[in-house]
């Protein structure tokens, strides 16, 4: 397994528990908003929040073995890309079915998923700007196991 797809697989580890927290706090809130719409509006928010996050990583890693690693492959864009179109009509959808339920308090579930957004960037942030990704093949980092092949010159 490469270090980006540990590193994408860490994303939506932390995504999750980011999102089991924001649906806590937003609950607590919500609560005290408007009951049990307010509760429900949270939860929901933020599972609609996480499941964006999920499929963004989750098609990367998807295309990343169909492609066979290859970053470059037309595969692996189209697989990348077909989960983007997939989260856009998704998203679009639940606006319409969510907007005029009157079990949903648009509020909460607003703010809920813009602090889960928000919080699934940091995430994002944080875990890449700690992952030991190279820049460049064919180069070993310190505390690598295996050191490269020298090319001939």
Avoid: H
Wanted: glycine residues 8%.
């Amino acid at each position: 397994m490469t270090n980006a797809m540990t590193t994408l697989k860490r994303i939506i580890a932390y995504g999750a528990l980011l999102a089991l927290a924001i649906a806590v706090v937003g609950s607590i809130t919500g609560f005290f908003v408007d009951g049990g719409r307010g509760v429900l509006s949270a939860v929901l928010g933020t599972l609609i929040a996480f499941v964006f996050v999920a499929v963004t990583a989750g098609s990367v890693i998807l295309a990343d073995r169909a492609s066979g690693s290859d970053f470059l492959s037309p595969l692996f864009f189209s697989i990348v890309l077909g989960g983007w179109i997939l989260k856009f009509v998704v998203f679009l959808v639940a606006l319409v079915l969510l907007k005029d339920q009157p079990w949903v308090n648009t509020l909460v579930l607003f703010l809920s998923i813009i602090a889960a957004v928000l919080g699934s960037l940091v995430v994002d942030v944080l875990v890449i700007a700690k992952a030991r990704i190279p820049y460049v093949s064919d180069i070993a980092l310190p505390g690598d196991d295996v050191a490269p092949e020298k090319s001939a010159r």
